[in-house]
């Protein structure tokens, strides 16, 4: 009796199992290496499907990992999926979801060149295959992960393979109707996960479970907003207002706002955003975005004027230790400013901590203060050139003002320009992946990365802030779904050792930021250095005036306030308020002086030359003594001191030691005294008539 009881109990144990397996819900994931878990330490747990499976639970989902190492989709491949016993064993294994990512191994030499033509026929009839299986199940394919640049075929037509396969699958998935999961974003934004630069680590494939889990599901942890929303929040005036965010798929958004009630739905991939009509500046407005399960209600929303100020520590410089700093903090405080602050996690002179280092990523490296009034109890930690460019925009625009700080102490540019870009020319891929003491990174730069890093990254993956894209991926991109109408820049102090290659980057910067912003006449105006004795700080301010001749750009002179050790000059509310006038006279189309004498070109005159300047009313100098650090070089380029007389706004340079110049340069001494000033006192410009000097 109990041998018959105990076989019954183990039958419906049996049967009630077999029902529970039935009755779950197959995911097969169909790949190459990536899905297989190459490389992964412990690839039967930490592999993406396994990860997925962790997160779908056992209870509803069987996810199977049918991953080939090395299989192409083209099926005159070199290694084609189809040939596999992984693709055999996808077939019988009757899927109820199936998900695609295959191609990485298509984008090589060995196979792109001579079989492109047939990807997308290939992808298609493959699709079709599994749609067509017993089960019918639902199928949904992917854009690659990355493949980054210091792959040894990036360069050799696998970046244009690349992008050609990106755009093919997009094709591929509106022709066949099936969902479109983007992998490619944003474990672009993570190369430290891609030690080889094509196959991601435990970290990465996290990444990936989560996306593909979120594609199944719909469940993309509900409503939520951007970084820059909140309480106090300033929103451009006189453009379109995106209000965006995420949500879990198919929830209905509303947005009520200036006596508006809008609807959307959550996309896909969780995205959602509702149009507003422009507006004027003015009070704040309430704003409440809600779905059916949870709501976000902001009770102060400005319209106005919103800028972005970046760059390293003289952006970031503080306005309590700005020169006459309490009475900053007493006299120009101003209710319609407000700040909002990102700052650094990790910025350091030692070895970073592993608590620092596990902040030196692209999702966690920036803590973010909210936007805040400009009183006395916010205003002391934010930066002094920024509030003081606000603060004079303000007094003059009479509406609100939204400023943005995210600058980081001792950042070169290659740290704020997008991977995008900078895996584009040769030179700019070898700052992304020769980091260790490269030769064309700043001295400094290098050992401060050495010095905080010392081999630490091997526990913890991660990257330093002043590594290529790192800022850029942290702190600029997240912003680009917000529109602002300006950018002031204050950097360079750690790129003054490259010249030319600053004058690439900073170029590259300009660029960059306005295609993401997709503003292409977005206003960018920077500091020129100021004075300092370090050997090529004459030479960079010249070259930075050069960069005036990119269109919607504005330098403000600083070498008049300088000082001949202190990379860190106080006078920062005279660099805020130099700005200042360069964007109401140029943006906001205010009739006011904003620049000092720019050089403009020279004549020979026998033994003299006649030097010609733009913003030259009133030419003098600020003292009333003789023009200061001033030469003159013949057809030899061997500079002397000269002599300078100022007639009709005209500066006429000679000296007895050159009886055929042909050449001058001013203020072009690493710490300069130059004193020459039009009639509004603002500085002339560092020049030399020699080109790339």
């Given at each position: 009796?109990?041998?018959?009881?105990?076989?019954?109990?183990?039958?419906i144990?049996?049967?009630?199992?077999?029902?529970?397996?039935?009755?779950?819900?197959?995911?097969?994931?169909?790949?190459?290496?990536?899905?297989?878990?190459?490389?992964?330490?412990?690839r039967?747990?930490?592999?993406?499907?396994?990860?997925?499976?962790?997160?779908?639970g056992?209870?509803?989902?069987?996810?199977?990992?049918?991953?080939?190492?090395?299989?192409?989709?083209?099926?005159?491949?070199?290694?084609p999926?189809?040939?596999?016993e992984s693709?055999?064993?996808?077939?019988?294994?009757?899927p109820?979801?199936?998900?695609?990512?295959?191609?990485l191994?298509?984008?090589?030499?060995?196979?792109?060149p001579?079989?492109?033509?047939?990807?997308v026929?290939?992808?298609?009839?493959?699709?079709?295959?599994?749609?067509?299986?017993?089960?019918?199940?639902?199928?949904?394919?992917?854009?690659?992960?990355?493949?980054?640049?210091?792959?040894?075929?990036?360069e050799?037509?696998?970046?244009?393979?690349?992008?050609e396969?990106?755009?093919?699958?997009?094709?591929?998935?509106?022709t066949?109707?099936?969902?479109?999961?983007?992998?490619?974003?944003?474990?672009?934004?993570?190369p430290?996960?891609?030690?080889?630069n094509?196959?991601?680590?435990?970290?990465g494939?996290?990444?990936?479970?989560?996306?593909?889990y979120?594609?199944?599901t719909?469940?993309?942890?509900?409503?939520?907003?951007?970084?820059?929303?909140?309480?106090q929040?300033?929103?451009?005036r006189?453009?379109?207002?995106?209000?965006?965010?995420t949500?879990?798929?198919?929830d209905?958004?509303?947005v009520?706002?200036?006596?508006?009630?809008?609807h959307?739905?959550?996309?896909?991939?969780?995205?959602?955003?509702?149009?507003f009509?422009?507006?004027?500046?003015?009070?704040?407005?309430?704003l409440?975005?809600?779905?059916?399960?949870?709501?976000?209600?902001?009770n102060?929303?400005?319209?106005?004027e919103?800028?972005?100020?970046s760059?390293?520590?003289?952006?970031?410089?503080?306005?309590?230790?700005?020169?006459?700093?309490?009475?900053?903090?007493?006299d120009?405080?101003?209710?319609?400013v407000?700040?909002?602050?990102?700052?650094g996690?990790a910025?350091?002179?030692?070895?970073?901590?592993?608590?620092?280092?596990?902040?030196?990523?692209?999702?966690?490296?920036?803590?973010?203060?909210?936007?805040?009034?400009?009183?006395k109890?916010?205003?002391?930690?934010?930066?002094?050139?920024?509030?003081a460019?606000?603060?004079?925009?303000?007094?003059?625009?009479q509406?609100?003002?939204?400023?943005?700080?995210?600058a980081?102490?001792?950042?070169?540019t290659q740290s704020?320009?997008?991977?995008?870009?900078?895996?584009?020319?040769?030179?700019?891929?070898?700052?992304?992946?020769?980091?260790?003491?490269?030769?064309?990174?700043?001295?400094?730069?290098?050992q401060?990365?050495?010095?905080?890093?010392?081999?630490?990254?091997?526990?913890i993956?991660?990257?330093?802030p002043?590594?290529?894209?790192?800022?850029?991926?942290?702190?600029?991109?997240?912003?680009?779904?917000?529109?602002?109408?300006?950018?002031?820049?204050?950097?360079?102090?750690?790129?003054a050792?490259?010249?030319?290659l600053?004058?690439?980057?900073?170029?590259?910067?300009v660029?960059?930021?306005?295609?993401?912003?997709?503003l292409?006449?977005?206003?960018?105006?920077?500091?020129?250095?100021?004075?300092?004795?370090?050997?090529t700080?004459?030479i960079?301010?010249n070259?930075?005036?050069?960069?005036m001749?990119?269109?919607?750009?504005?330098?403000a002179v600083?070498?008049?306030?300088?000082?001949?050790?202190?990379?860190?000059?106080?006078?920062?509310?005279?660099?805020?308020?130099?700005?200042?006038?360069?964007?109401?006279?140029?943006?906001?189309?205010?009739?006011?002086?904003?620049?000092?004498?720019?050089?403009d070109?020279?004549?020979?005159?026998?033994?003299?030359?006649?030097?010609?300047?733009t913003?030259?009313?009133?030419?003098?100098?600020?003292d009333g003594?003789?023009?200061?650090?001033?030469?003159?070089?013949?057809?030899?380029?061997?500079?002397?001191?000269?002599?300078?007389?100022?007639?009709n706004?005209?500066?006429?340079?000679?000296?007895?030691?050159?009886?055929?110049p042909?050449?001058?340069?001013?203020?072009c001494s690493?710490?300069?005294?130059?004193?020459?000033?039009?009639?509004?006192?603002?500085?002339?410009?560092?020049?030399?008539?020699?080109?790339?000097?």
């Amino acid at each position: 009796m109990y041998q018959i009881k105990h076989y019954s109990i183990l039958i419906i144990t049996l049967l009630t199992a077999y029902y529970i397996q039935a009755q779950k819900i197959k995911v097969a994931c169909i790949g190459d290496s990536v899905t297989f878990g190459l490389g992964i330490e412990d690839r039967n747990h930490n592999a993406y499907p396994a990860q997925l499976q962790e997160l779908l639970g056992s209870t509803s989902y069987q996810v199977s990992n049918f991953g080939h190492s090395g299989a192409t989709l083209f099926k005159q491949g070199h290694k084609p999926y189809w040939n596999t016993e992984s693709y055999k064993k996808s077939l019988e294994f009757t899927p109820d979801i199936v998900i695609i990512h295959l191609g990485l191994n298509d984008q090589g030499n060995n196979n792109w060149p001579q079989h492109k033509e047939e990807f997308v026929t290939d992808y298609l009839e493959l699709i079709t295959i599994y749609k067509n299986l017993p089960s019918k199940p639902q199928v949904m394919i992917c854009k690659m992960t990355p493949t980054f640049s210091g792959h040894h075929w990036f360069e050799e037509g696998m970046r244009e393979s690349f992008l050609e396969i990106q755009h093919n699958i997009e094709h591929i998935a509106k022709t066949a109707h099936v969902a479109l999961i983007n992998l490619h974003e944003p474990l672009y934004r993570f190369p430290e996960y891609f030690p080889d630069n094509l196959h991601p680590t435990k970290e990465g494939t996290a990444i990936i479970a989560q996306k593909i889990y979120s594609a199944i599901t719909g469940d993309y942890g509900g409503l939520k907003l951007p970084i820059l929303y909140g309480e106090q929040m300033v929103l451009q005036r006189n453009k379109t207002i995106n209000f965006n965010g995420t949500a879990n798929y198919n929830d209905t958004i509303t947005v009520e706002f200036n006596k508006q009630i809008k609807h959307t739905t959550a996309q896909f991939d969780g995205t959602w955003d509702i149009p507003f009509n422009a507006m004027k500046a003015g009070d704040p407005y309430p704003l409440k975005i809600y779905t059916k399960d949870s709501s976000i209600f902001i009770n102060k929303v400005y319209i106005g004027e919103v800028w972005l100020a970046s760059g390293q520590s003289n952006m970031a410089f503080k306005v309590s230790q700005t020169e006459h700093a309490s009475n900053v903090l007493k006299d120009s405080l101003n209710d319609d400013v407000f700040i909002f602050s990102m700052n650094g996690k990790a910025l350091s002179d030692k070895q970073f901590t592993p608590t620092e280092l596990g902040h030196c990523n692209a999702g966690d490296y920036f803590q973010n203060t909210g936007w805040q009034s400009a009183t006395k109890e916010h205003l002391g930690n934010f930066s002094a050139v920024a509030y003081a460019f606000a603060y004079n925009l303000q007094k003059q625009l009479q509406i609100p003002i939204g400023i943005i700080c995210n600058a980081v102490g001792g950042s070169p540019t290659q740290s704020w320009v997008s991977r995008e870009t900078m895996e584009q020319t040769h030179e700019t891929i070898d700052l992304l992946n020769d980091t260790h003491l490269n030769p064309m990174v700043d001295t400094w730069v290098s050992q401060r990365i050495h010095k905080n890093l010392n081999g630490i990254t091997k526990a913890i993956k991660a990257r330093h802030p002043y590594q290529p894209t790192f800022l850029f991926d942290a702190g600029i991109r997240p912003l680009t779904n917000y529109p602002i109408n300006g950018v002031i820049w204050y950097q360079g102090e750690s790129n003054a050792e490259h010249v030319q290659l600053h004058s690439k980057l900073f170029n590259r910067l300009v660029s960059d930021w306005r295609h993401h912003w997709n503003l292409p006449e977005l206003p960018f105006y920077y500091v020129q250095l100021s004075s300092i004795n370090r050997p090529t700080w004459g030479i960079f301010r010249n070259s930075q005036r050069q960069l005036m001749e990119i269109p919607y750009t504005g330098m403000a002179v600083t070498l008049d306030v300088g000082h001949p050790t202190n990379v860190h000059p106080n006078k920062k509310w005279v660099v805020g308020t130099r700005l200042s006038y360069i964007a109401l006279a140029k943006t906001y189309n205010i009739n006011r002086p904003y620049s000092g004498p720019l050089f403009d070109y020279i004549n020979i005159n026998n033994s003299k030359l006649e030097v010609h300047f733009t913003f030259s009313e009133g030419l003098k100098t600020n003292d009333g003594n003789p023009v200061r650090d001033i030469q003159i070089a013949g057809k030899d380029k061997r500079f002397v001191e000269a002599k300078a007389q100022i007639r009709n706004n005209v500066l006429i340079v000679w000296s007895e030691k050159i009886k055929d110049p042909r050449f001058v340069k001013y203020a072009c001494s690493p710490y300069s005294q130059g004193n020459l000033v039009n009639q509004h006192d603002l500085p002339a410009s560092t020049f030399t008539t020699i080109n790339n000097e």
